[in-house]
């Protein structure tokens, strides 16, 4: 092993790429910067990591432009019918983890000089591999300068593709509502601090309940289902249609309260069914809350539910549910990779066949490369349809959605310590989710047992003590 660099010339097809590198590369960029400077930046063969450390897509983009037809570019010669290519070696790493940390490190160190987050600075990178070699690298103590035990806990937490478990949640005893009640002796008005999260007793159309939960922070996300018209008038009551537009014009002047100006509000409701068709008033809401309130309709969601058989007579048992997706502004914020799952269906990004019409480039993966030996794994992103069955609901509790429902868009719409506002928070899922994704829920209910419900499940679920606060912000109890 040398201490000292050496640059050589080596026949291109001796080139040995990093085969675990999880770096992203915009080939065709590569590609033409190449052909327009040179190829006067060469890749370093590490000796402990038997293969190049960094200049791997470099590499890459140069076996790309000469299989493609070009010319060969300055920096490299043709000798004996073999393309050369400058290689750096020497001044190894001791193994083969410190060679994969001072691979990473070699990119992202140029990022830090700037004001990036180490958010941003994974996206650089296929995140569920580079996040697995992390993990690998931490184990081994040899975790990169780049990146410390902190931004690898937050790493894990935000950029991990789409889970199937959506992470811990105790049951929310629902049918021990009133008993739970008691115990925890809730009352309007009170408001109770659950570690990171608050939840208040009251009615959220009232702007001092809104305020006294909100505290002065403001919600990245509203995320809700409201009691639907006509629903559930044993649960929590039930608003005529024709009274709904007053009583939702009150709960958006909150909501729009709650919100930061790069926020989403997203809206679960679906309307009932009565006497063979289904009631429009839904329709009406949403069409009114754009043209009259000034809501950005973004998008509709389709959650796929599990429907509860009932009796077949004008119409089939309700499967799906809309969440309806606004936003303040054209500029709100959003993170659509920490939602990408798995994809066998997806077409490599750099394997055979992606080319600019692939679905690879329209996944903004593509780099247009045509070595059949370059293989990524498929990521997706997913459809604005969502397959989340199983709601509680199926199982016999009244209007709770499934953790991954507020988890997709938590995840989504919001990012580690961000904040999320549920007006309407029942047994509490929302606040469930973002206890663990790492966010803030600020919270409302005006029913007492329902507080109570929520309290006994997040205190089940993490093992902690919800806290009384009193008006002058003082813990009373807990
Ligand atoms: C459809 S449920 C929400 C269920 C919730 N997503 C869950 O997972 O349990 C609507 C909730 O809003 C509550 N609610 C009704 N009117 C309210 C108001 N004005 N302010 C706050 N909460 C209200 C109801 O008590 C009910 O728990």
């Known amino acids: 092993m040398s201490d000292r660099l050496e640059i050589r010339y080596i026949p291109i097809t001796q080139a040995v790429l990093w085969d675990r590198n999880p770096k992203e590369h915009d080939i065709g960029k590569l590609v033409t910067s190449i052909w327009r400077h040179g190829f006067k930046d060469p890749p370093h063969y590490d000796g402990a990591l038997e293969a190049f450390d960094y200049g791997n897509g470099r590499t890459t983009a140069l076996i790309a432009g000469l299989a493609a037809g070009r010319h060969i570019p300055k920096g490299c010669f043709e000798s004996d019918g073999e393309i050369m290519m400058p290689v750096t070696f020497g001044v190894d790493a001791d193994s083969k983890a410190a060679a994969e940390a001072f691979a990473i490190d070699h990119n992202n160190l140029t990022m830090l000089g700037g004001d990036f987050m180490q958010y941003e600075i994974s996206k650089m990178w296929v995140e569920e591999e580079y996040v697995a070699m992390l993990k690998g690298l931490a ?239 498929g990521l997706a992103y997913p459809s604005n349809v969502l397959d989340f069955k199983n709601n509680a609901e199926a199982l016999g509790h009244p209007a709770a959605f499934p953790l991954q429902l507020p988890s997709f868009f938590v995840k989504c719409m919001t990012q580690d310590g961000g904040v999320l506002f549920d007006p309407f928070v029942g047994s509490g899922t929302t606040l469930i989710a973002c206890e663990n994704l790492s966010r803030r829920c600020r919270a409302i209910e005006i029913s007492p047992a329902y507080v109570a419900v929520a309290l006994q499940r997040w205190a089940d679920t993490t093992g902690g003590t919800p806290k009384l606060i009193s008006n002058n912000g003082e813990v009373t109890r807990g």
Not at 170 to 197: F, I, S, T
Not at 208 to 237: H, I, W
Not at 278 to 299: A, H, I, Q
């Open 139 to 377: 184990d081994a103590d040899e975790l990169p300068v780049s990146v410390d035990g902190d931004d690898l806990d937050a790493l894990l937490r935000d950029v991990m593709v789409e889970d199937e478990t959506p992470g811990e949640d105790a049951e929310a005893k629902v049918d021990q509502a009133e008993e739970l009640r008691k115990k925890w002796q809730v009352e309007l008005g009170q408001l109770w601090e659950l570690g990171e999260h608050r939840l208040i007793c009251g009615d959220c159309t009232d702007a001092a309940v809104v305020e006294r939960v909100m505290a002065g922070d403001s919600a990245n996300l509203c995320f809700t289902s409201p009691p639907y018209s006509e629903q559930r008038k044993k649960q929590y009551g039930g608003l005529h249609e024709d009274d709904y537009w007053t009583w939702f014009d009150m709960v958006q002047d909150s909501i729009k309260g709650a919100l930061d100006v790069t926020g989403h509000f997203v809206l679960n409701i679906k309307p009932h069914t009565r006497m063979g068709q289904r009631s429009l008033y839904v329709f009406d809401l949403v069409l009114s809350m754009v043209r009259k309130r000034g809501w950005r309709f973004v998008d509709e969601f389709c959650w796929l539910r599990t429907g509860v058989p009932g009796q077949v007579i004008k119409s089939f048992k309700n499967a799906f549910e809309p969440c309806y997706w606004f936003a303040l502004s054209d500029e709100f914020l959003w993170y659509p990779r920490q939602v990408m799952h798995h994809s066998e269906s997806v077409p490599l990004p750099l394997g055979p066949g992606a080319g600019s019409n692939s679905w690879a480039d329209r996944q903004g993966q593509g780099g247009g490369a045509i070595l059949s030996n370059l293989i990524m794994p």
